[in-house]
């Protein structure tokens, strides 16, 4: 999405080990405009898959996937962070490692939010290893739910997750597709 | 509104301690067209005070926020938990005690997203005790921003935050404001 990508070349600011900042207009600072021009494209690009349900997790995640969810006419729900280590009966858990962060989260939906039959688009800013997609999969799969697809802001190609997890069969657009970063500010789109 | 004070009827859960839970649509699973009705509402009622960006705590106020900042065509802010103990030079902070959690949270903005003459609306799902929207003014202070106003789902009127801050001189507009609660269900509407 030439947009989004003349966007990251412009406001991306490169971080060490890897990591890109896009503080500027996507996870701090948020351009809505863009948000909803990248919520169309993915309506345009799932529209036909039966989606009802948009799905993410807190708290960078939330602008795309309700944008996402109100073109779609569906639904939202937020897997939050959790702040007890008791997890309780009425919710579905999994553990999500941050690459950014360097910790694990333990996230969770409440049952009442996720159900079987459910047709699931994940929405998500950011693609690397791959560990939130796997999480928020597997939250779904507890409440024996479909995902039909992942909806990526920007994929970090070279990180590997996303084409592992298109080779288990998921579905998963990426709307800017990084395939290199350099120290010095260089950033190339597949 | 009365479409919220409705919906706050069908599907608002009263818990001990005066907590209203509305996760089936505002916190945790998120109606879109709801958010987007209460967005435009914003825009009704704050639309001549030059606003020129949107700013909000993360994370049950970003779904709003963002959607209020696309009908005002402005930028969204949202200021993060901070997870260190050491804040850096480059953000401003302020420290927000939760009323739900029981706990006090760092937030932070990052100095390059507020600045001198930003004109601010602060939108924020609930307005119990002020303890946020006093956090949020204090950044917009540090930044020399002028806070123009606060715009916020539901404000529980006898928890006091909102009219004290009015009392200072905020112009703040609740889209539901809730006079009382009782734990056997009942809900009364200002």
Do not use: W
Not at 173 to 188: F, H, N, R, W, Y
């Amino acid at each position: 999405m030439k947009v989004l990508e003349d966007r990251i070349l412009k406001d991306g600011v490169i971080k060490p080990g890897g990591i890109l900042k896009v503080d500027n207009f996507l996870n701090h600072q948020i351009d809505p405009s863009l948000i909803h021009d990248m919520a169309m494209e993915l309506k345009r690009l799932f529209g036909e898959k039966g989606v009802n349900k948009i799905l993410t997790v807190e708290a960078s995640g939330i602008a795309l996937a309700i944008m996402t969810a109100y073109v779609f006419n569906s639904p939202m729900v937020f897997a939050k962070k959790s702040k007890s280590k008791n997890i309780s009966d009425d919710v579905y858990s999994v553990k999500i490692p941050s690459f950014t962060h360097g910790n694990t989260n333990t996230v969770i939906v409440s049952k009442e939010y996720l159900h079987e039959g459910d047709r699931i688009l994940i929405v998500d800013d950011f693609l690397a290893t791959g560990a939130a997609l796997v999480g928020l999969r597997a939250l779904a799969q507890q409440a024996g739910a479909e995902v039909v697809g992942a909806g990526i802001a920007i994929e970090k190609l070279f990180q590997g997750g996303g084409d592992k997890l298109r080779a288990e069969g998921m579905h998963i657009e990426s709307l800017a597709k990084i395939s290199s970063m350099s120290d010095d500010g260089k950033i190339c789109f597949a």
